[in-house]
């Protein structure tokens, strides 16, 4: 077990960056100068306030579980301090991610056999037109199941040096939060998400069948799933 105090840190900034992300994409979704921007119009989900809050906090509590628990307690098989190549180390952190969404597109994609829409995703698919808050809005299973496939993937690429693992993972979440918004950016950084969040919302609402892919489209035009 090793407390590697930056890594940790790192870790919970990323989340504090990831929570401030949300939020102000939270307050963009209904502010009336971006309702021009929204995908289509927002349709409330069925869910109370109250159900929403408790799956938030349950999916918060596993993320947090899962994450700062594996990286203590396996941590020589994620960070190494050994001196890394940075083209090499960001490389590797790549193919992370890249692994990270193969073995996504499928377990997204099984979540949609009848069973598992049923008991698991057909909550996250309650969600018609979501907000960024509504990333939470997921059964926890499958949320520990995601996470559990990101913590695997970098798990088979490293150890890396802390900060292409902390890259990864900040761009493994934001990218998870950005594709909920909802909403389509005319300008700055946030605009090259554009593609991932058009499509993602797609597959909320007409879609349902297609672009199954988190990190890029890259899966869904493999297996012909992509609209």
């Known amino acids: 077990m090793t407390f590697d105090t930056p890594l940790l840190t790192g870790l919970a900034v990323t989340l504090v960056v990831n929570g401030l992300t949300m939020e102000l994409l939270e307050r963009a979704f209904y502010a ?4 021009a921007n929204h995908f289509r119009a927002p349709w409330k989900t069925r869910a109370t306030d109250a159900l929403k809050r408790q799956l ?3 999916n918060i509590t596993i993320s947090l579980a899962l994450l700062f628990g594996a990286t203590i ?9 050994a001196p890394t190549h940075p083209a090499i180390a960001a490389l590797r952190a790549l193919g992370g991610l890249a692994l990270y969404d193969f073995l996504y597109y499928f377990l997204h994609r099984g979540m949609h056999h009848r069973k598992l829409m049923r008991w698991i995703h057909a909550i996250h698919h309650g969600a018609k037109t979501p907000s960024a ?5 997921a059964h926890p299973v499958e949320i520990a199941a995601g996470l559990a496939l ?4 970098m798990g088979v690429v490293g150890p ?3 900060w292409a693992f902390l890259g990864a993972n900040f761009v493994y979440s934001t990218i998870n939060i950005v594709i909920h918004s909802g909403i389509e950016f005319p300008s700055g950084p946030l605009r090259v998400f554009n593609y991932l969040a058009r499509k993602h919302h797609g597959h909320h ?6 672009n199954y892919a988190s990190v890029s489209p890259l899966w869904d035009i493999v297996f012909r799933t992509a609209i």
């Open 133 to 137: 808050r509504e990333s939470l809005y």
């Open 73 to 81: 307690l396996l941590h020589d098989r994620f960070v190494t301090a």
């Open 150 to 153: 990101f913590i695997f993937s």
């Open 205 to 210: 609402g007409v879609d349902m069948d297609k």
């Open 160 to 162: 890396l040096p802390a």
């Open 56 to 58: 938030a906090v349950a």
């Open 32 to 35: 009336p100068r971006f309702a």
